[in-house]
């Protein structure tokens, strides 16, 4: 039961509309994001109702069009870099504009748990941090080194972050695609020693 008027229906409801915006595969990932955050949330001392409804929507836009993103940049006149990236950038930054035009959820720092949950940030809250982290370590995740990241997430959420961004860069330096100026931020403030 959602009881702070974030949403303006019931959790049920908003299932059912993040449900009908996705295939069952990534509605179900969705759902042990949900899983893995609330666990998160609980661990870390944030609000277990926000950390929900930022799982349930964190990718609300991932299978919209390219045409109904730039569109969306356009309409909400957003950098106009971004329409020089892709999908993977769009789905959290623009997407937190769907969210919040077509779910009306227009709570700030669950917007930006969503706008930073693909590329991280230089400044996240805890509950960005939790989402970024339930993304990537929900059980349904198999990669080297889930389990120990898995088990770091609940001993040091920042040095959890760190190690995500930093293995994530590897693994796209490894497929020569491009880098999000974003993601070498969160690097930088996230995985450096220091
Ligand atoms: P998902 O939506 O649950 O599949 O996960 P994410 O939203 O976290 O990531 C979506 C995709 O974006 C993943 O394949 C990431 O590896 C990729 N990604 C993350 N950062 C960057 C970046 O800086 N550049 C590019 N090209 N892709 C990125
Ligand atoms: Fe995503
Ligand atoms: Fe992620
Ligand atoms: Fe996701």
Same mark, same amino acid.
């Given at each position: 039961?959602?009881?702070?008027?974030?949403?303006?229906?019931?959790?049920?409801?908003?299932?059912?509309?993040?449900?009908?915006?996705?295939?069952?595969?990534?509605?179900?990932?969705?759902?042990?994001?949900?899983?893995? =955050?609330?666990?998160?949330?609980?661990?870390?001392?944030?609000?277990?109702?926000?950390?929900?409804?930022?799982?349930?929507?964190?990718?609300?836009?991932?299978? !919209?069009?390219?045409?109904?993103?730039? !569109?969306?940049?356009?309409?909400?006149?957003?950098? %106009?870099?971004? $329409?020089?990236?892709?999908?993977?950038?769009?789905? &959290?930054?623009?997407?937190?504009?769907?969210?919040?035009?077509?779910? &009306?959820? =227009?709570?700030?720092?669950?917007?930006?748990?969503?706008?930073?949950?693909?590329? &991280?940030?230089?400044?996240?809250?805890?509950?960005?941090?939790?989402?970024?982290? =339930?993304?990537?370590?929900? $059980? &349904? %995740?198999?990669? #080297?080194?889930?389990?120990?990241? !898995?088990?770091?997430?609940?001993?040091?959420?920042?040095?959890?972050?760190?190690?995500?961004?930093?293995?994530?860069?590897?693994?796209?330096? $490894? /497929? /020569?695609?491009?880098?999000? #100026?974003?993601?070498?931020?969160?690097?930088? $403030?996230?995985?450096?020693? /220091?």
């Amino acid at each position: 039961i959602y009881t702070q008027k974030i949403f303006s229906g019931s959790r049920e409801l908003l299932i059912d509309k993040v449900s009908q915006a996705l295939s069952t595969k990534r509605f179900e990932h969705v759902l042990r994001v949900e899983e893995m =955050a609330l666990q998160l949330a609980e661990k870390w001392h944030v609000d277990a109702e926000l950390a929900s409804i930022a799982a349930l929507t964190h990718d609300y836009a991932k299978e !919209r069009s390219d045409e109904d993103f730039l !569109r969306e940049i356009e309409k909400k006149q957003l950098d %106009r870099d971004l $329409t020089n990236w892709g999908n993977n950038v769009w789905h &959290g930054v623009v997407g937190a504009e769907m969210v919040k035009d077509e779910l &009306g959820i =227009a709570h700030e720092d669950i917007l930006n748990a969503i706008r930073q949950h693909t590329t &991280g940030a230089t400044v996240m809250t805890k509950l960005s941090q939790i989402l970024y982290m =339930a993304d990537y370590i929900e $059980t &349904g %995740r198999d990669f #080297p080194g889930v389990e120990d990241v !898995r088990a770091l997430a609940f001993d040091d959420l920042a040095a959890s972050v760190g190690w995500q961004t930093a293995h994530t860069l590897t693994f796209l330096l $490894t /497929k /020569k695609v491009s880098i999000y #100026p974003g993601t070498l931020l969160t690097y930088n $403030t996230w995985s450096v020693d /220091k």
